[in-house]
């Protein structure tokens, strides 16, 4: 209670007392002086009493009033304590010297420090140390104030487990009523007003991402963008703000696209997906939107926020990929894995719809020869101009790839049902692509003019795998070359048959080598003396059912399937051995062994050192083994193939070039491959007598030879006219029936022991 009423009911004490007194002091003075009748007496002792009761009631209620008035002070004392104990700040009062002469019981909840511990020690003890200047800096300068002065400062303070929390504090500077200099500080805990604070700063830091953001109030009015989003959409702030997000559509997308978005943010509160809008400068972009409904307390949507992520670069450079993956590059069609995928497709609506769709496997003829001799450009042209014309062929939906060289594939879909109207449907589109292939082209400045083949299978769902389908079209295409191309081929049954068997025999293939079943050969090749110098290695296959395949069977396919890679390195290996084991016999120590070399094998990237390892394994005389390459082979990639000639030839490896004057016969890269031997094919050597032309090439073939000092050996000598022929024009070495067929090794070397008693053929 405050001094004021108090000092009201001590006056109205004192004023009751005086009138109290004074009215006494009449009643006893008045019977002395006057005579006073008993009447009068009566009267006024009634009257005194009667006052004296009056007092009495008014004493009673003063009582009342003044335990009224306590009850109040109590009342209000108790409701302050109770404020300033419990209050959600803290309290201190800290004197002259900041030391603590007065603390609530929140400050010392705050700080977690009993309040006698807070009392009478210094206030700095409580604030974190990296403030202590702060609050020293801040008090001494507060203490130069005029008393009533307030001052405000945010300080760490820290607790009694030494974690700290910022306090907000109010300073006021007064004089108490002992005339001494007190500062009351009140603290708030705004700890989490910090939090808060810098939580804000990271949402902003987070908002000017580089994302673009807007967000919208609950009717999707635009109320707050970021930078970035101007960045992507050209629209500033002022121009957006305010509008509704229609205004960066594009139109790309229709209503029901708005709708399934719409009906999914209303049901999960998210969305995302590829939106395309439009920018400020009617640009079109792409962009990967994610929109969250924000909601408040009673589920109600507040706000959308999206944000928003440019995408349209990315996309084209994915579609860019893409197009690398599935487009050839050179003419813009569909590449072979687009065209597998699109098989793939077709086959299964085909299934469904019983349509029939066509395969057409269409191939240049005689494209390798325009390579060679006009270049890879002009090559390149006429197969882009090729594939214009096809594409001009066929129906919007079919296919044109090109898969590989000069190879094209056409698909037909939506052919009739019945076979032989889709047949002919097919035909009719096979005939015209080949008369519009047919007719000229302008390469450059070279008026050019080209046939091609066409293979054709045609399918409906069920009765092929998409593998199948493309090898039995490759084989129709082979064979239309093989009738005289220019022509069109359908597979047929008898395709089937031979595709049959060689599915078998690669399947076979793959078991040859695990179960021992490869052979070599030898053959021998004599010189002008008869005497036999070496062999040739070939292979056999003694196949559990079929007996000896000969080599022209599967070679061709090892090499188209991989397995020549084994097998070749087998055959090296092999006749290193036996080159190894000759070389310890005083009778075999000179002779060599030529082994063929197939293109796929040469080509390896470790060829040589496949070579050379085996050559080390086997500790032979290098110089005892012949590589025998083609001249398609060696030409193939000449500058690789001369320096892994030079580079095998450097350890004393030879070589010779098999079946020679099938090929280019080309002088020039003769000089400049290290060359031992030149094996004149057999196809001339069996003409010598029969046909002059050859007779003269292989003439020329050992001018040639001797020309470049090369030895030439001719294969395929069957005939003494041959020999003698071969014999009389210089050729000194000869391979061939004549002399011996290939034999098994124990015959081979039977022979040579034979040959040495036995007299040489003239
Ligand atoms: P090539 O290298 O030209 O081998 C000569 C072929 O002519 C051999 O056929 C041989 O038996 C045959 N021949 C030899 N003298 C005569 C003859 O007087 N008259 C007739 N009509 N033929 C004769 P073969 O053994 O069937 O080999 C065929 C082809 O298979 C070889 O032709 C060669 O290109 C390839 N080949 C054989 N063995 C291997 C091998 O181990 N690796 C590789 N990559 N190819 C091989
Ligand atoms: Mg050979
Ligand atoms: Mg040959």
């Given at each position: 209670m405050s001094e004021k009423p108090i000092r009201h009911y001590e006056n109205r004490l004192q004023q009751l007392r005086d009138e109290a007194e004074t009215r006494l002091a009449l009643a006893t003075a008045k019977p002395s002086a006057l005579k006073i009748s008993p009447t009068q007496i009566t009267q006024a002792t009634e009257s005194l009493l009667h006052e004296l009761q009056v007092h009495k009631v008014e004493l009673e209620m003063q009582a009342d009033e003044l335990q009224r008035a306590n009850w109040n002070v109590e009342d209000s004392r108790d409701r302050y304590l109770h404020l300033y104990e419990y209050a959600p700040i803290a309290y201190f009062t800290i004197n002259?010297?900041?030391?603590?002469t007065d603390v609530n019981l929140k400050a010392a909840t705050m700080l977690g420090i009993e309040r006698k511990n807070l009392?009478?020690?210094?206030?700095?003890?409580?604030?974190a140390d990296e403030d202590k200047d702060n609050w020293h800096r801040a008090f001494v300068n507060f203490k130069k104030e005029t008393a009533g002065k307030e001052q405000a400062i945010t300080l760490r303070l820290a607790r009694k487990d030494g974690t700290t929390f910022h306090g907000q504090l109010d300073c006021l500077k007064l004089v108490d009523a002992n005339q001494q200099l007190v500062f009351r500080i009140t603290i708030a805990d705004i700890s989490n007003l910090k939090r808060a604070e810098a939580e804000l700063r990271v949402a902003a830091i987070a908002f000017e991402s580089q994302e673009g953001i807007f967000i919208t109030d609950a009717n999707t009015i635009i109320i707050k963008i970021n930078r970035a989003f101007t960045r992507i959409t050209g629209y500033s702030g002022e121009e957006l703000?305010?509008?509704?997000?229609?205004?960066?559509?594009?139109?790309?997308?229709d209503d029901d696209f708005y709708k399934a978005m719409w009906d999914n943010i209303n049901s999960t509160g998210l969305w995302n997906g590829e939106v395309w809008n439009k920018r400020k400068n009617g640009e079109l972009y792409v962009q990967r939107l994610f929109i969250t409904a924000i909601y408040d307390d009673d589920n109600v949507v507040q706000n959308y926020v999206a944000s928003l992520i440019d995408i349209t670069n990315e996309k084209a450079a994915v579609a860019q990929i893409e197009k690398l993956a599935?487009?050839?590059?050179?003419?813009n069609m569909p590449n072979r894995r687009l065209l597998l995928e699109r098989i793939k497709h077709t086959l299964a609506s085909t299934q469904r719809n019983g349509q029939n769709g066509a395969l057409l496997f269409i191939d240049v003829d005689n494209f390798k020869t325009l390579n060679d001799t006009l270049g890879h450009d002009v090559g390149d042209v006429l197969l882009q101009q090729i594939a214009q014309r096809l594409a001009a062929c066929v129906r919007e939906g079919d296919t044109v790839s090109r898969i590989g060289g000069d190879e094209f594939v056409v698909m037909l879909e939506n052919?009739?049902?019945?076979a032989e109207t889709a047949a002919q449907q097919t035909k009719n589109a096979a005939e015209k692509m080949l008369a519009a292939l047919n007719q000229n082209y302008l390469l450059g400045t070279h008026d050019y003019h080209c046939t091609s083949s066409i293979g054709i299978i045609l399918f409906s769902g069920?009765?092929?795998?998409v593998d199948e389908l493309l090898k039995q079209v490759d084989m129709a295409m082979y064979q239309a070359k093989h009738n005289g191309r220019n022509t069109l081929c359908f597979f047929d049954e008898k395709m089937q048959s031979t595709l049959e068997e060689r599915v078998k025999l690669e399947h076979d293939l793959q078991l040859a080598l695990k179960l021992n079943q490869f052979q070599i050969y030898y053959q021998k090749q004599v010189n002008q003396d008869g005497e036999t110098v070496g062999a040739e290695a070939l292979i056999r296959w003694l196949h559990p059912e079929r007996g000896i395949v000969s080599p022209m069977e599967f070679i061709q396919v090892a090499e188209e399937n991989g397995m020549i890679l084994d097998i070749g390195i087998w055959v090296l290996e092999t006749a290193c051995q036996q080159l190894k084991l000759w070389e310890g016999n005083a009778r075999n120590k000179q002779l060599h062994i030529a082994v063929n070399v197939s293109s796929r094998q040469f080509y390896q990237p470790d060829f040589v050192a496949q070579v050379m390892a085996v050559i080390e394994r086997t500790?032979?005389?290098?110089?005892?083994l012949e590589l025998e390459l083609t001249e398609s082979l060696v030409l193939d990639s000449i500058d690789d193939a001369i320096q892994k000639m030079n580079e095998l030839n450097k350890f004393g490896v030879t070589f010779s070039i098999d079946d020679?004057?099938?090929?280019?016969?080309s002088l020039a890269y003769l000089t400049q491959l290290p060359l031992a031997l030149l094996k004149i094919d057999q196809s001339f050597v069996r003409n010598i007598g029969v046909k002059t032309t050859d007779a003269v090439i292989v003439q020329t073939i050992i001018g040639m030879a001797k020309n470049l000092g090369m030895r030439v050996i001719a294969e395929g000598v069957e005939t003494e006219e041959q020999h003698l022929f071969l014999q009389h024009n210089g050729c000194t070495l000869y391979q061939g029936y004549l002399f011996?067929?290939?034999?098994?090794l124990l015959e081979f070397e039977q022979f040579l022991s034979l040959s040495e008693c036995t007299a040489v053929p003239t």
């Open positions: 002259a010297d900041g030391m603590a009392i009478q020690h210094r206030f700095v003890q409580f604030v703000i305010g509008k509704t997000p229609h205004l960066l559509s594009s139109g790309h997308h599935f487009y050839d590059p050179l003419t052919l009739s049902e019945h069920h009765n092929a795998s500790a032979i005389d290098p110089s005892k020679f004057g099938t090929g280019y016969s011996s067929k290939p034999v098994p």
